[in-house]
């Protein structure tokens, strides 16, 4: 089943959709899962790690039984497990700055000053030429007299 | 208390069961 503690990757515009339920909730529904001892009902997620489900699973009494049919919500479900965010953390990187191109984005003339600067030096390589050119424009088309 | 929990609980895997 899908995972409603884990956010979501959408396959064709690659952005993240947020979890169904938010940490806060999360928290919450750990919490009360704890007080009624069914903490293996609920899928991983941030706010509860697989060995704790694993250790209540071992430990829980509560189990359904066959023969009663409103039991059908204790059922175990195979929840999808993707460590979507702790990828980073195991690592042993700092979380902040995984995934991104470059640590801080800077200002925008920050980020294109080296283009700009490779630009002016092309254009700089040629100036005096183009100076040149561009003072004797009209000197070139101005009809002279003596021309045969 | 542990009644309200329980149902919460019910609630939550009603809801995101498939």
């Given at each position: ?7 979501v ?33 609920l ?56 995934g ?49 | ?18």
């Amino acid at each position: 089943a899908r995972n409603p503690f884990l956010p979501v990757q959408n396959p064709y515009s690659g952005k993240w959709a947020k979890p169904r339920y938010s940490l806060r909730m999360q928290k919450e529904l750990v919490k009360k899962a704890k007080a009624c001892g069914m903490v293996g009902l609920l899928p991983p997620g941030p706010k509860l790690s697989l060995e704790e489900i694993e250790a209540a699973k071992r430990s829980e009494t509560v189990a359904p039984r066959p023969d009663k049919k409103q039991d059908w919500w204790l059922r175990p479900v195979e929840w999808s497990t993707e460590p979507l965010v702790d990828k980073a953390k195991k690592a042993g990187l700092v979380t902040m700055y995984v995934g991104r191109k470059r640590m801080f984005k800077g200002h925008k003339w920050e980020r294109v000053r080296s283009e700009r600067l490779r630009r002016h030096r092309i254009a700089m390589k040629g100036m005096a030429k183009q100076v040149k050119s561009y003072k004797s424009f009209y000197h070139r088309r101005r009809p002279s007299p003596l021309a045969t | 208390s542990v009644a309200a929990a329980t149902k919460a609980l019910k609630k939550f895997r009603i809801d995101n069961l498939p």
